[in-house]
C-alpha cells in the first residue's frame, strides 16, 4: 500500500503506565492496552486528529510526522461498528466537530450501505434521527 507523509500519533512506551485512558477518548478505536502498554492498532485508523492527546495523564502521547498508510474511514467504520452505538455517535461527533466532511460522509455511508441509523447526541426522543443533516 502506498504511504504519505502526515501526522500520526506516536506512544512513548517508557512513558504509557497502560492505564488504557486514552482509548476511550479515541474515537476511531485505533488505541489499544497490549502487554500492558497502549498501542497504535493500525496506522490506517489515526486520523492524526489528536483526540487522545489530551487524555493521557502521562504525557506518552505526542504527534509525528512521519510516513504511513492514509486513513481509511471505511477500514475505522468496519472495527468501531461492533463497539455499539455510543461508540459510533461518538466518532461521528468527533468527524463533524473537526470539520472532516469528506471523513464524515464516508462513515454515513457505510452505514447506509449497511441499512443502520444512528441517533444524533443528546436526542431525547426515541424515533431514530438519521446524520444526514
Ligand atoms: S493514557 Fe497514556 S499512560 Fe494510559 S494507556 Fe494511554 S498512553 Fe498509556
New binding site residues.
Given amino acids: 500500500m502506498f504511504k504519505v507523509q502526515r501526522e500520526i500519533i506516536t506512544?512513548?512506551e517508557e512513558?504509557?503506565?497502560?492505564?488504557?485512558?486514552?482509548?476511550p477518548?479515541c474515537p476511531e478505536g485505533a488505541?489499544q492496552?497490549i502487554d500492558d502498554?497502549?498501542r497504535l492498532v493500525s496506522d490506517l485508523m489515526c486520523d492524526g486528529l489528536g483526540a487522545?492527546l489530551g487524555?493521557?495523564?502521562?504525557?506518552?502521547?505526542t504527534f509525528e510526522l512521519r510516513e504511513a498508510e492514509p486513513y481509511d474511514e471505511y477500514r475505522v467504520m468496519g472495527s468501531i461498528v461492533k463497539q455499539g452505538e455510543n461508540t459510533l455517535r461518538a466518532h461521528l461527533a468527533h468527524l463533524k466537530d473537526h470539520g472532516q466532511t469528506e471523513f464524515y460522509q464516508q462513515a454515513l455511508s457505510y452505514l447506509r450501505e449497511r441499512g443502520r441509523e444512528v441517533t444524533r447526541p443528546g436526542r431525547q426522543t426515541q424515533s431514530r434521527q438519521p446524520w444526514a443533516h
Fill in positions: 506512544i512513548s512513558k504509557c503506565t497502560g492505564c488504557g485512558d486514552c482509548i477518548n488505541i492496552v502498554k497502549a487522545c487524555h493521557c495523564p502521562e504525557g506518552a502521547i
